[in-house]
Nanobody, 126 residues
């Protein structure tokens, strides 16, 4: 039974950095992703890694955020730099263990392909 637990959220001033962590009890999925959600808006894909390949980023975070994974320790990370108030959201870690259900590129940022989700961690940028 896989569970995802996010940590590392908090409040930071614009221009600052935060590192989010996702602990995957039971191991990482074949594809892993970070999403974020603001009340009243659709959940937005931020970045994903599929099968250990090159990460893919949403245009809104490319060049500022870095996603990485540590398979040995079942950890998934999101380093967020140059944060702006527009990055304020609740951030979620998501996983899909079936390779056939994992897509690359922009398709990998669609929430529907992930079937395991964490509870989220709040990031507030002021």
């Amino acid at each position: 039974h896989v569970q995802l637990v996010e940590s590392g959220g908090g409040s930071v001033q614009a221009g600052g950095s935060l590192r989010l962590s996702c602990t995957a009890s039971g191991g990482l999925g074949y594809c892993m992703a970070w999403f974020r959600e603001v009340p009243g808006k659709e959940r937005e894909g931020v970045a994903h890694i599929r099968g250990g390949s090159t990460p893919y980023y949403a245009a809104s975070v490319k060049g500022r955020f870095i996603v990485s994974e540590d398979n040995d320790n079942s950890m998934f990370y999101l380093q967020m730099n140059a944060l702006t108030p527009e990055d304020t959201a609740k951030y979620y870690c998501a996983s899909q263990r079936r390779a056939l259900d994992c897509y690359s590129g922009a398709s990998g940022l669609r929430a529907r392909q992930y079937n395991i989700w964490g509870q989220g961690t709040q990031v507030t940028v002021s």
